[in-house]
C-alpha cells in the first residue's frame, strides 16, 4: 500500500507538472586517436558523421554568429516550394532558439523560466503517416541541424568503450568505458536524458563463446537501453538522425531515437507550457546548446580563414585613445558588401596605435609587427547563432548571390606589463615588471559568402542491403583541432594527443552538403531467374514527406506531382493569357457538352495553353459572373491542365447554361468551348474542431466541408443531421427523438450555415443517444419519405471520425451488489461500500478516465482517492450510460469513514467533471477485518498501565470504518467490558492498522482478567459486521500489582521461614501472580534464590491476598539463602506479566530458620569423640589440637554464640562467653558455611573460661528469630 500511495504522489506530480531534475547531453568532434583506431585493433563503433562524444571540455563549436544555407536546383526540381518550406522550418526553429522575444542569445536563455523545464519530449505521431512510412523531413533537417552545431545523441554515446585489454589470465576482456553525457546545469556526468535513466550494455560482432574462453571480435560498442516507457525515452532532437539504425557498423537492440515513420516534431507539442518553434527543441537539446555557445564558456581557439579584420582591437585606455588619430586602426566605416575582394584586407595594413606591437594571448613566443587580425585567442561562446536562407539567382538557377556579415568578436588578452616600484622614492629604488593581467577585448570582424555555408540537394544517395540511404551529409571535414593551443599542452605520441577543443568550419571551398535521396524509379521489377517478368504499374512509394499535425490531411510527400510545374514556372515569362480548350468533368477524356456538374462530387477539368500561369478562374453566366477562384495554384496540374476538385465552387456558381474562363497576368483568356449545368450534390463534410478527438456535444460544433447551401429549391441550407457508428449504423437521429429508438432518418437540428463551406450546429443539438466511440456526424439539405431516399441527400461517411461523443458526465443513480446478489441503492442507504461491485449509472461517462471519491464540498483528499482508466475491474459502457467497479477496485481508504462524514463520487471524462450535487453524497467504508495482533511485552498479556503499559496493534483493513473498539471475552463475544468510541486521544487509526497507545488512553480496569477469567479478544463494531481478532490471538488484560500489607510475625521485624507462614493482604492486581521472590534491602535478587511459583509454597487466595507457606517447597533446597540477620533487610516481591511489587523498605525484614545441632555437633577440629582413660561420655574438645566445629542447620539466621555449662534452663554463660555475630560478615577467626550447616571458631576465638576439665560445656546458638539450640554437654581441656 506504501507504494501505491507513492504511485498516487508520482502521479499527482506528474499532472502539476512537476519537472524531474537529472537530465544530460553529448558533445560530439573527431574522436582521440587511441579510440578511433585503438591499438588493439579493434573497432568500438566511433561511426558516425561527426566522429564520436568528447570530454565536457574538448567541445567542437562555431564561432562564426552568422551562417547561410541554402537548395539548389536538385532539391527545388523534387521537392518543389513546400520541401523548401518544411526544411525552412527547421531553421526558424533553431533561430528562435537563439534569439527570440523573451531572451537574446545563451546568455540571456534561462531553462526553466522559458519553457524547457519539463520539456522532456516534444513529437507526436502521425498514424496515417506512420502506416504509409513516410519520413518528415522537417525534423529530420532539425535533427541534423543539432548534430551540426556540435552536439551528439545522447541516447547512443552517453556510454562509449575508450579501450580494451585482457586479464591477467587472459580468459576475459576488461573494457574501459567513459560516460560522457553531461547534466546541462551542473555539467556533471549523468546517466540521465530528460529525465529517463538509461544503462549500458555491450554490444558485439563475436559469434559465440563459452564463458572462460577469449572472446574473438572485431567491433564492440557499449548500447545505452532504459526500462522507461514513457515519451520521454528516446526523445533527443539531437538523436533524430540515428533513426533506422543510422550510421553504425553494430545493429542495436533499441534504436537510440524515438523519431521513425510518422514521427514529428514541433513546438506545438512541447510538454514544457511553452508552444513556440523553439520548443521542439526538449530540454536536453537545448541545454546542451546552452552550454557550448553561452558567452561564459572560454576556449583558446583560432578563427575561420574566411574571417577577415573589419575594425583591430583597441588595447589604449579610452583617455589615451583620444590622443591618437585613428586609434583604431580602422579604414572603411563600413564592410564593403559584394565587394570584388571577397571582403579581405591586406594583412598588413598598419595599426596606428603605439601598442601595436604588444603580444596577443593565444600567440606564444611571437610578436608581430603589425597585428591585423587577432585569430588564435581565448573566446567565450559566440552566445547567438542566427541561418540565413540564401537563394541562388532563381529556384532553378546556378548563380549564387554573394553576401557578407560582420560582427564583434570578443577575445581575451592582456594589457601589456604591469610595472612596479614607480613610487619608490628611497635612493636606489627602481621600477620593475609585474605579471600582465587578461582582459576582454574586441575587434569587428567578417567575411563574404561566396558559396552557402550549408547547401541542401536531392541525390541519388544510394542503397544499402536493398534499403534506400535517406540521407547523407558531410562529415567533420573543416573541423579544426584546437588542442594544441591550449595551456598546458605537450605534443606526445600522436596515439595518446587528444583532440578538442575546436571549432566547426567551412569544408576548405566547398559547402556543407545535406543530401537526400530521390527515388527516380517509378516501378520496380523484381526477377528471380525466371524467363520474363511481367512489369507491374505500382509506382514506388515515396518515404519523404512533410507532418504538419496529427491528421490525415496534415501530410504533404514528396515529390508532388501537382507541385511539378512550380519552379519552372517560377523562371518561364508569361506572355500570352491562357486559352481554355476544352472542359471535361471526367478528367479531360471527354468534353462536358450539356452535362451537370454536381460540384460535390465532381471534379472540373480545364484543358488548354498557358494553364500554368493561370492566376484566377472565373465561372459566368453570360457576361455575369458568379463566382471568381483566385490562388488556383494547388489546381494546376500542368501547363495545359486544371483541375477543380469537388468544393471549390460554391453555391453562387450553380445554373445552367454556364462557362469558365481563365486569366493570368496578362488578361483573361478565352471562355471554354462547353457550356455546362452546375448543381449541388449531397452537402460534403470535411472536417470539424473536433476531428479526431473528443466531441463535447453541449459545445459549439463547427462544420468545415461544402454543399452547406444551395440555390435547389426545397433544400437551399443544411438543416438535418444523423450520427452514425463506425459501421454506419444510427445512433442518434429522427427515431432516437421520439422514442428513443432508431430509425436512419435524419432529424431536424439547429444548424447555422455561415456559408457553403462553413456552419456552426448548435449546442446540444446532439444527444445523449450519441455518445460512444467512433462517432461520425452526417448531414443533409433535405430528407426523403424513406430511408432509402434520405441517404441520396445525407453526407457520405467519409468525414473524419470523432474519437468519441460526450459531455460533461452526471450521475443518475448509485447501486451496489448485496451478498445475496440483489442491488441495493446507495443513496437510499447512504454508504458506499467499496468492498461491493458498484454500478454508476448516468450520461455522458463513456470518456471517463478518472473516478475520485470527494470530500462534500467536492474538494480533494489531501492524498487523492482515484483510479485511473482504463484499469482492471472497470467497465464502462460505450454508450456512457454505465460504470460498474469491481469490489475493492478503489483501494484507497482516505475517504473512508466512521461517521456521517459525506463523500462524493466525482468523475472526469474527455470533456470535464461531474457537477456537485449534494443529493449523491454518501458515507464510505469498507468491511473491516482483523488479521492479527501485535506482539506484546509479556505475549498473550496485554499491560494497560500508563507507564509502563503495552500499545494494542490490530493489524488487517476497513479499520477507517471503524467506530468503537470493544474489549470482549473469547468465549462470550457478546461481553463488553470495555468499549472506546472512535475517534479517540490514544488511538490512531488507518485503514490497515489501529494503534491504542496506553500512556495517552488507559484501558479501564473492567478489562482485566485473572488466571481463572476467559481471555479478551477484540471486537471492532462499524456501519458494517462486527470484526474480531482472532482466536489464537487472545489475551489476558490488567495493569502491574500493587504492595499489600505485610501480616503479623511472632517477632516483629523477622520472619521464621520455617515456622510461619507469610502472608499479604490488601494487595491488588494479583490475579496473574506468576512469580514470589525474597530479595534484599535495595530490591535486588538474591543470588542463587529461586522463586516461588504458584502450588509451590504460594497459595494466591484472591488479586488481593497471598500467603507464602512456612517451610515453602520451593525453597526446600535454597532457604539457607533467605536467611539474613540484619535488620530490614529482606523484603518481598510479587510479579505478575504485567509487572512487579515489591514491600517497601519500612516493612521489611531479617529472616531466618530455627538453628538445630546435627548429632556429632562437634565433629572434627580438636574434638574426639571418647578420649582413653578419661571420662568423657559426650567426647572432649582438646583447645590444642584444633579450632571448635559446630555442625547443624539453620546457621545463617544465628544472631548469638553462646560458650557456657549446662543444657536447657540449666546453661549458664561463662565468663566473657557470648559473641554477637552476622553470619553474612563474621569477625575474624569464625566462619560460616554458605549453606548454613557448618560453623568453624578458631582456637584462639574459644573463650579461656570454657575451657576445663569438666565434663559439661555446651554451645548454644541464638538466631535473629530468638530460637534457641543447644549442644549436648562435652568434656573441655586446654
Known sequence: ????????????????????????????????????????????????????????????????????????????????????????????????????????????????????????????????????????????????????????????????????????????????????????????????????????????????????????????????????????????????????????????????????????????????????????????????????????????????????????????????????????????????????????????????????????????????????????????????????????????????????????????????????????????????????????????????????????????????????????????????????????????????????????????????????????????????????????????????????????????????DGQAWQPLNEITPVTEPPVITMVSDDGGSNPIEAKTLVRTRETLTLIGNNLGSVKGIEILSGDVVLQTLVEVSDYIVSGNQIDIPPGVLSNAAEGAALEVRAWNTVGPGNKGPQKFKIETGPPVITGTNADNIVMDRAQALTLRGYGFLSRTAGETRIAYLRVDDSEGSAVDDNGTSDNGISTGQPRAATIEVISDSLAELRPDSITAFADGSGRRLRVARKVGPSVQDSAKHLSLATSPLFTAI??????????????????????????????????????????????????????????????????????????????????????????????????????YNAVGNTDLNATLAFAVNTQPRIDGLGVFTAPGYFNRDKEHGDTLYLSGSGFKSVGRIVFTDANDTAQSRISIGLPSPGVTVSDAAIALDSRLLQVGAAADTDGNSSRRIIRLESARDSAHSPMASRFYVGAPPSMGTLGALSLADNWRRDAEALEITGAERLGHLSRVDIVDAAGNPIAGLPALVPGAGVLLHNATAVTVSANATGWASAGHLLDSVSAASRRLKLTTPFGQATLPITSAFSLSASPAFAGSPFAGGGFNADQPGVVDVNGTYDKSDGDLYLHGEGFRGVATIYFGEGEGAGFTEVSGGTVQINPSAPPTGISFSADGTQIIISSANVPAAWIASSGNHTVRLRSVGDVNATTKAIRTQP
Open 1 to 560: 500500500m506504501r507504494n501505491a500511495r507513492w504511485l498516487r504522489v508520482l502521479a499527482a506530480l506528474f499532472l502539476l507538472g512537476v519537472p524531474w531534475l537529472g537530465r544530460g547531453f553529448v558533445l560530439m568532434g573527431p574522436p582521440d586517436p587511441r579510440e578511433a583506431n585503438p591499438p588493439s585493433g579493434h573497432n568500438f563503433n566511433y561511426t558516425a558523421e561527426f566522429g564520436g562524444p568528447k570530454d565536457i571540455r574538448r567541445f567542437f563549436r562555431w564561432n562564426i554568429p552568422q551562417l547561410v544555407y541554402s537548395f539548389d536546383a536538385s532539391f527545388v526540381t523534387y521537392f518543389g516550394l513546400e520541401g523548401l518550406a518544411a526544411v525552412q522550418e527547421s531553421f526558424d526553429v533553431i533561430n528562435d532558439f537563439f534569439h527570440n522575444e523573451d531572451y537574446s542569445g545563451m546568455s540571456g536563455l534561462d531553462l526553466a523560466r522559458h519553457g524547457f523545464a519539463g520539456n522532456h519530449a516534444t513529437y507526436w505521431e502521425n498514424t496515417t503517416a506512420r502506416n504509409r512510412q513516410i519520413i518528415d523531413i522537417r525534423s529530420l533537417a532539425l535533427g541534423m541541424l543539432v548534430n551540426q552545431l556540435g552536439l551528439g545523441n545522447p541516447h547512443r554515446h552517453a556510454f562509449s568503450i575508450t579501450g580494451v585489454r585482457t586479464n591477467q589470465t587472459s580468459s576475459r576482456l576488461i573494457f574501459s568505458v567513459l560516460q560522457r553525457n553531461y547534466d546541462p546545469v551542473t555539467h556533471e556526468e549523468t546517466n540521465i536524458v530528460n529525465g529517463v535513466k538509461y544503462s549500458y550494455r555491450l554490444v558485439h560482432d563475436a559469434a559465440t563463446n563459452s564463458v572462460g574462453t577469449l572472446p574473438a571480435f572485431t567491433i564492440a560498442d557499449m548500447e545505452e537501453f532504459t526500462t522507461d516507457t514513457s515519451a520521454a525515452a528516446w526523445s533527443s532532437v539531437a538523436a533524430i538522425p540515428d533513426a533506422f539504425y543510422g550510421s553504425t557498423a553494430l545493429y542495436w537492440t533499441d534504436t537510440p531515437t524515438r523519431f521513425n515513420f510518422g514521427v514529428y516534431y514541433d513546438g506545438a507539442n512541447a510538454m514544457g507550457g511553452q508552444y513556440q518553434p523553439r520548443h521542439a527543441l526538449t530540454y536536453d537539446d537545448a541545454g546542451g546548446l546552452k552550454y557550448l555557445y553561452a558567452s561564459n564558456n572560454f576556449s583558446f581557439e583560432d578563427l575561420d580563414l574566411s574571417v577577415t579584420l573589419v575594425e583591430p582591437a583597441q588595447f589604449l585606455a579610452p583617455s589615451d585613445a583620444r590622443h591618437f588619430p585613428n586609434a583604431n586602426g580602422g579604414i572603411l566605416p563600413a564592410f564593403p558588401r559584394g565587394a570584388t575582394l571577397s571582403g579581405s584586407r591586406p594583412f598588413n595594413f598598419p595599426l596606428t596605435s603605439r601598442l601595436r606591437g604588444m603580444p596577443i594571448l593565444g600567440y606564444p613566443g611571437t610578436t608581430a609587427t603589425n597585428v591585423v587580425l587577432v585569430a588564435r585567442a581565448m573566446r567565450p561562446g559566440v552566445d547567438r547563432i542566427q541561418f540565413h536562407y540564401r537563394p541562388f539567382d532563381s529556384l532553378l538557377g546556378t548563380f549564387f548571390i554573394e553576401t557578407n556579415y560582420i560582427w564583434t568578436d570578443t577575445f581575451v588578452s592582456t594589457n601589456a606589463n604591469n610595472v612596479g616600484g614607480l613610487r619608490q622614492t628611497a635612493s636606489g629604488a627602481s621600477a620593475h615588471f609585474l605579471p600582465s593581467t587578461h582582459q576582454l577585448f574586441t575587434q569587428k570582424i567578417g567575411r563574404t559568402v561566396n558559396i552557402p555555408d550549408i547547401l541542401i540537394m536531392a541525390d541519388d544517395v544510394g542503397w544499402t542491403n536493398g534499403v534506400p540511404i535517406a540521407f547523407d551529409r558531410t562529415t567533420t571535414n573543416g573541423w579544426s583541432n584546437n588542442a594544441f593551443l591550449q595551456p598546458g599542452f605537450v605534443p606526445v605520441s600522436s596515439l595518446t594527443n587528444r583532440v578538442g577543443p575546436g571549432i566547426i568550419g567551412l569544408p576548405g571551398t566547398q559547402p556543407i552538403t545535406w543530401r537526400f535521396n530521390r527515388l527516380i524509379q517509378d516501378y520496380e521489377v523484381v526477377w528471380s531467374g525466371e524467363n520474363s517478368v511481367v512489369g507491374n504499374l505500382d509506382k514506388l512509394q515515396t518515404f519523404w514527406g512533410w507532418i504538419r499535425g496529427p491528421g490525415p490531411n496534415d501530410i504533404v510527400t514528396f515529390p508532388t
Open 806 to 907: 460526450t459531455s460533461r458526465p452526471v450521475i443518475n443513480t448509485l447501486s451496489q451488489l448485496q451478498e445475496d446478489n440483489t442491488w441495493e441503492d446507495i443513496l437510499a442507504t447512504g454508504t458506499f461500500k467499496r468492498d461491493r461491485v458498484v454500478e454508476i449509472n448516468g450520461t455522458a461517462l463513456n470518456t471517463v478516465r478518472v473516478i475520485e471519491v470527494v470530500h462534500e464540498d467536492g474538494s480533494s483528499f489531501t492524498n487523492p482517492v482515484f483510479i485511473q482508466l482504463p484499469a482492471p475491474g472497470v467497465s464502462i459502457d460505450d454508450n456512457g450510460t454505465r460504470i460498474q467497479l469491481s469490489a475493492g477496485v478503489i483501494p484507497y481508504a482516505d475517504a473512508d469513514t466512521n461517521g456521517t462524514a459525506r463523500r462524493a463520487f466525482k468523475i
